[in-house]
């Protein structure tokens, strides 16, 4: 799909997140996925945008000097006629008119008076808490850099406090590579008060998550702190306690009308843990997966059986070998204990909750000229009747990277491969020696995409399947998720 340039300021609505609808918001970050020069317009502009907002909300408030005003005249018009009123005379009597007298006779007196009367006003305001109160609650939360701070902010834009990280300009740079969010606001238990979730590390030499999702409220406390890591056995080996959150999404996956959080644990060999909570904290459901895996931003998407949340990475299948693959994990099944239906190792049923298993294989060039292949930006986008997403791998097979772009529709149909020049050029040593035929871009392209596999839960097909296609979902009882109290 390709759009004409978004321009200048479509771009700066974009960043400034306008509302510009679902489908055009999708349209533009698909173009900035293939133009530069307008992906370097929207990088700019946020920059920008980002140190303006840091400025305007630490800048000491200023009050407007009246006093070089120019006076300002009111012009004066002759009368057209004089109508023939009747004079009131001075000394008409009435209430208002002898306070007014009073005003004129005593000055001094009614002025102390007057100021009397305010201070009294004040003494009850403050006696009985009569004072306008500060807005408190929290409405948004920027990083802040210079001073390595999480800075929480209400609705009017005013400070409300700080959360202090150690190297928040590291952790910063760590979550734009992998695309996953260190920090999110959200009404968790839907009273209509935010709190801010954050998995961010307190000690200066922390990974760039933490093993604990912390959620703080309003006054800057500690209201709840997940602990998802444990020590886990997989094909026989014990892997301690040694995770790291890599990516967390608040949200009503299940649509009961309540907030949950899905976190996704990865540990620093090889097992991977996505977790389902209830917003008090307490586990519903888990799936082990036997390879590091991340998910693809905070939001599934659906294809219309459903949410799915996209999960990539690699999988050490049980031949031993490394393979890249892409999953679509449905979180309203996430209920319980279980394992993959592929990797397996963990002693555990299998997980309903995986409803998508696709296997993006090494291509000719990668085998060819060697270097290992990297799975990576993920990133929802627009198609023509729907949102699908993407998947990009890369090698470096002498010293020249090898690049392909695989868009997906929402229920893991492939939709077609892109390349880069650089991966031409690879191909074009092949062909030269007789290992390769063909159109680089029509007709290599399809073969490339004609080799991804899908996994049914039994066997790889291949054409797009869902996982339990391989098993008998008639003999599985369907899921129940239990009553929140």
Not at 87 to 109: C, E, K, N, W, Y
């Amino acid at each position: 799909m390709t759009m004409e340039h978004p321009g200048e300021h479509r771009i700066e609505l974009y960043v400034l997140r306008a509302p510009l609808g679902e489908r055009e918001r999708l349209e533009i970050e698909f173009h900035l996925g293939e133009c530069e020069g307008c992906r370097r317009l929207a990088e700019s502009a946020s920059s920008y945008y980002a140190d303006l907002q840091i400025d305007i909300l630490t800048r000491p408030a200023e009050f407007p000097d009246h006093s070089r005003h120019l006076p300002v005249r009111s012009a004066r018009f002759p009368a057209i006629f004089d109508p023939p009123f009747r004079d009131i005379p001075l000394s008409q009597i009435h209430p208002p008119g002898t306070v007014r007298r009073f005003v004129r006779a005593h000055p001094f007196v009614a002025g102390g008076g007057g100021l009397a009367l305010l201070g009294g006003l004040a003494f009850l305001m403050l006696t009985f808490d009569l004072m306008p109160a500060r807005d408190l609650a929290l409405s948004t939360v920027i990083e802040n850099p210079a001073s390595s701070t999480l800075d929480a902010y209400n609705k009017e834009g005013e400070k409300l406090w700080s959360y202090p990280v150690e190297r928040l300009n590291d952790l910063m740079a760590a979550g734009q590579r992998t695309g996953q969010p260190f920090v999110q606001v959200a009404d968790l238990y839907g009273d209509g008060r935010k709190e801010m979730l954050t998995a961010l590390p307190s000690s200066p030499d922390g990974a760039p998550y933490s093993e604990v999702l912390h959620i703080i409220n309003n006054e800057n406390k500690e209201i709840l702190a997940i602990r998802p890591g444990e020590a886990l056995t997989c094909r026989g080996r014990i892997y301690p306690g040694e995770f790291r959150i890599t990516g967390f999404s608040v949200g009503d996956f299940s649509g009961s009308g309540r907030n949950e959080i899905i976190i996704v644990m990865g540990h620093l060999h090889s097992p991977t843990v996505v977790s389902l909570y209830d917003a008090g904290g307490s586990q519903i459901g888990t799936y082990k997966h036997f390879g590091q895996i991340r998910m693809m931003g905070t939001t599934p998407i659906d294809a219309g059986k459903g949410k799915e949340f996209v999960l990539y990475g690699m999988s050490d299948s049980k031949e031993g070998i490394n393979m890249q693959v892409v999953i679509g994990l449905d979180p309203s099944r996430l209920i319980g204990d279980g394992e993959s239906s592929y990797s397996g190792g963990f002693g555990l049923p299998v997980s309903g909750a995986e409803r998508h298993y696709a296997w993006i294989p090494r291509t000719d060039v990668v085998k060819e000229y060697g270097g290992e292949m990297v799975i990576g930006g993920a990133k929802a986008v627009l198609l023509q009747h729907e949102t699908g997403f993407r998947i990009e791998t890369t090698a470096q097979p002498d010293s020249i990277p090898a690049y392909f772009e695989y868009i997906f529709r929402a229920d893991f149909g492939i939709v077609e491969v892109k390349s880069a020049n650089s991966t031409k050029n690879l191909y074009d040593r092949l062909a030269a020696r007789g290992r390769v035929s063909g159109d680089f871009f029509d007709g290599y392209m399809k073969t490339v995409a004609g080799e991804i596999r899908y996994w049914d839960g039994h066997t790889w097909q291949p054409r797009p399947v869902e996982v339990l296609a391989g098993r008998n979902p008639s003999a599985e009882p369907a899921p129940k998720r239990l009553p929140v109290p």
